[in-house]
């Protein structure tokens, strides 16, 4: 049993190390073939629900009986300042790219591709009336609906033959640009690859710097920085293939690279100093090794626990974006965690004591008593001396300081909006400026139509009420028009698009759904035997908000509930993860608050580069929630891994709390200076979303590591004394597991064992 402890784990891949990195580069060389071969297929800017919901049973009853696939569309823009539609270059301009997109029928249903110019021309007046809907009214801007066959992913390996193809007719005058799923598909990987490339630019140096100033080692601080770039090379190496049974966002692999970097980093670096520490302490290379693995390393296998059963908390969700974003994280912690267990222990034992280089330390018994001297000057003095000490005399200013503050923070979270990121939000892009002329000339809500689906026979009734429904879509109440009515071929559903004068993530476009839904369906088929479905974008969104507002509670249940458990098992105690829920949930609603100061209420969003947005992604409170409460718990458990050390050995809590505090604070920040660079590298990215993300992690890690951590948290475990660890006597058939192993015993300035108390 002891081969399958933590510590015999790490002895023996310490014994072992070329056959331990051995495996790993095996392991990495099937995960990079995994990621050439799937991974391009596996990512996927569609968003699914798998949700029992008005837009998803109306979407599903199309493709079952009018095999109505749903198809994407491309609007082309071609607009001047100079010319207009009248002009004979305009014409050419129009003409040579509808001639050529009527070629490209490997993607593109010719039929789809309408000319203004031959509605404009036709004798039939129904026609030409609809020439009207594709021209300007200044002339300055004439659009080309397209309709592209095969799905987003099928349509999408076309992208560069459909633009090559308005590239071509584009000239000085006139600009040829294109907005719809493949474009923004296109823009959005584009931008996404370039906020990726920049987060790790950024993160991994000032990481890397960090740890130099930490471990004072330059040879150590590499150490992290390999384990991290590993686990995110293995974790997206396995979702590619993971892709192969189901389509991930493509934010996948920006969650992995974002987690992996966080906590490879972070684990690593816990493991790594206290190997360290055990060698200034007298114990042999493996010996240390073995320590720090019963140690250091049960406590990032907790952490890591931890962190995935909050993630799994995104799986409560049942739509694509949660499930991918809760996979790619879920992967990356695993192999982390795994390679600190394996790996770390396998390079130190290499490395040895080059590990300190350029610095060379000694680890004689002159050493050793040196090293416990050195210990027994600092403790309690220094920068992290002088606060357990401000912090263990003034426990109630502290706890009400500390808390007041994090409630005053998280206080903007009750005007917090939710949305998603539109194209009035995007970087600067073709995308965005044929969405902008469209938005300014035409209607914008031909983009994304409201599909109205009508589940009933083919009747008088039925169709007198379809035909009310029409007439009563007036322009005042948001609608531009209505299309043709299309029936099953056994006549037993019904189907017509209705387009709205606003962007489908406007908030007039959640007006105009909610008067359909809820006013004018209604009214048109009150009496008539029927069951209407109202779906499109704007509709799959609304049902979003609504779904995670139904389900957050249940996540909140599911995450707490099981990390009450599991810290209550590490630490036989219920008061230690009933403090610890309550001190995550004040840095998580604190996060929140700031995350609507600055991105809706746009206070220092200017300073710092952020895009101002009306709303909040609709996806990101719970993704944050389950992240950051993972995350936070990492730093819980190792601080009071080490209070409950010190409390073992003394039985005096408020000299283990200030103790503890001062054996991990800097560590502690250390490990969350990383983690904010590696956010807000993110968080410089291009994408709204993105920043959002970036930032409320950074913002989140920092209060929990600065506020909570080192200042509420001891604070509240001086006023509470012993019943800190209280464990009700019918729950004392919990196993003992001990994250925090066997203490060592304090000595005195000259090295001697202290007797407990003294």
């Not at 809907?133 to 459909?162: K, M, R």
């Not at 692999?253 to 966080?262: F, K, Y």
């Not at 003034?394 to 005007?415: M, T």
């Amino acid at each position: 049993m002891a081969l399958l402890s933590t510590s015999g784990i790490s002895r023996r891949s310490a014994e072992k190390p070329w056959w331990v990195i051995l495996g790993w580069i095996i392991a990495m060389v099937v995960a990079g073939a995994s990621t050439a071969t799937w991974l391009g297929d596996a990512l996927t800017t569609d968003f699914e629900s798998y949700a029992d919901q008005d837009s998803v049973t109306g979407l599903h009853l199309l493709e079952e009986r009018m095999q109505y696939p749903d198809p994407e569309r491309e609007t082309v823009v071609i607009t001047s300042d100079s010319v207009t539609a009248d002009d004979p270059a305009f014409r050419a301009v129009v003409d040579g790219v509808v001639a050529d997109l009527r070629g490209q029928t490997e993607f593109i249903d010719p039929d789809s591709v309408i000319s203004y110019y031959e509605f404009a021309e036709s004798d039939d007046p129904a026609v030409a009336s609809q020439a009207e809907g594709l021209v300007a009214e200044d002339g300055s801007a004439v659009i080309v609906p397209v309709t592209l066959v095969g799905s987003l992913d099928e349509v999408s390996d076309h992208s560069d033959d459909y633009l090559d193809v308005l590239d071509q007719h584009a000239t000085d005058e006139i600009d040829v640009i294109s907005v719809g799923s493949m474009s923004l598909n296109v823009a959005f990987n584009e931008i996404s690859e370039q906020d990726l490339q920049r987060g790790e630019g950024i993160g991994i140096p000032i990481a890397f710097i960090i740890l130099i100033v930490v471990f004072g080692a330059i040879v150590a601080a590499f150490v992290p920085i390999v384990l991290a770039l590993v686990a995110i090379f293995v974790a997206i190496g396995l979702a590619a293939f993971i892709g192969n049974f189901r389509d991930l966002s493509f934010l996948v692999t920006n969650m992995i690279t974002l987690i992996g970097l966080a906590v490879g980093i972070d684990y690593s670096l816990f493991v790594v100093e206290r190997y360290r520490e055990e060698r200034r302490h007298g114990r042999s290379k493996l010996d240390a090794i073995e320590e720090a693995g019963g140690t250091a390393s049960k406590a990032v296998l907790f952490s890591g626990l931890t962190v995935v059963i909050a993630l799994l908390g995104l799986f409560i969700m049942p739509n694509s974006i949660f499930q991918s974003l809760g996979t790619g994280a879920i992967l990356v912690v695993i192999v982390a965690v795994l390679a600190v267990m394996t790996l770390i222990p396998a390079i130190i034992s290499l490395l040895g004591n080059k590990l300190d280089w350029p610095r060379r330390f000694k680890y004689d018994d002159a050493a050793v008593a040196a090293a416990y001297k050195k210990d027994a000057e600092l403790i309690h003095k220094g920068f992290w001396g002088r606060v357990s000490r401000v912090v263990m005399t003034h426990p109630w200013p502290c706890v009400l300081l500390a808390g007041g503050l994090l409630v005053a923070l998280s206080i903007p979270y009750f005007n917090m909006n939710k949305g998603f990121e539109g194209f009035a939000t995007m970087p600067e892009s073709d995308v965005k400026t044929a969405f902008m002329v469209l938005d300014e000339k035409f209607a914008a809500g031909r983009l994304s139509p409201f599909d109205i689906v009508v589940d009933a026979e083919n009747t008088d009734d039925v169709n007198a009420a379809i035909e009310t429904l029409k007439s009563s879509l007036t322009s005042e109440a948001g609608f531009a028009s209505a299309g043709d009515t299309m029936w099953s071929p056994e006549n037993d559903l019904a189907h017509f698009q209705v387009f709205s004068e606003a962007d489908p993530n406007a908030e007039a476009a959640y007006d105009a759904l909610a008067v359909l839904r809820s006013d004018l369906v209604p009214a048109a088929f009150d009496g008539v035997d029927a069951r209407v479905y109202v779906t499109g974008d704007t509709a799959f969104n609304q049902d979003f908000f609504d779904l995670t507002d139904q389900r957050t509670p249940w996540v909140f249940a599911f995450v707490l509930g099981f990390s009450f458990i599991l810290l209550m098992i590490a630490f036989r105690s219920i008061v230690i993860p009933l403090k610890a829920i309550v001190m995550n949930l004040l840095s998580v609603g604190a996060a929140y608050g700031l995350l609507v100061l600055v991105f809706q209420e746009g206070h220092g969003a200017g300073f710092f580069g952020f895009t101002q947005t009306p709303t909040i992604e609709a996806w990101l409170p719970l993704m944050l929630f389950c992240v950051l409460f993972g995350l936070s718990m990492d730093y819980q458990v190792f601080l009071i891994s080490r209070i409950r050390e010190q409390f073992d050995l003394t039985g005096n809590n408020t000299h283990a709390v200030a103790t503890g505090l001062q054996l991990t604070a800097k560590l502690i920040t250390g490990a969350a200076a990383i983690m904010v660079v590696v956010f807000s590298g993110f968080a410089a990215g291009q994408l709204s979303s993105l920043q959002q993300m970036g930032f409320g992690l950074a913002v989140a890690i920092a209060i929990d590591a600065t506020i909570v951590r080192s200042i509420l948290v001891p604070a509240a475990m001086r006023l509470l004394g012993n019943w800190n660890w209280y464990l009700p006597s019918w729950l004392n058939w919990l196993p003992d597991l001990r994250i925090e192993g066997t203490p060592r015993p304090e000595h005195d300035e000259t090295g001697h064992v202290l007797a407990p108390g003294d």
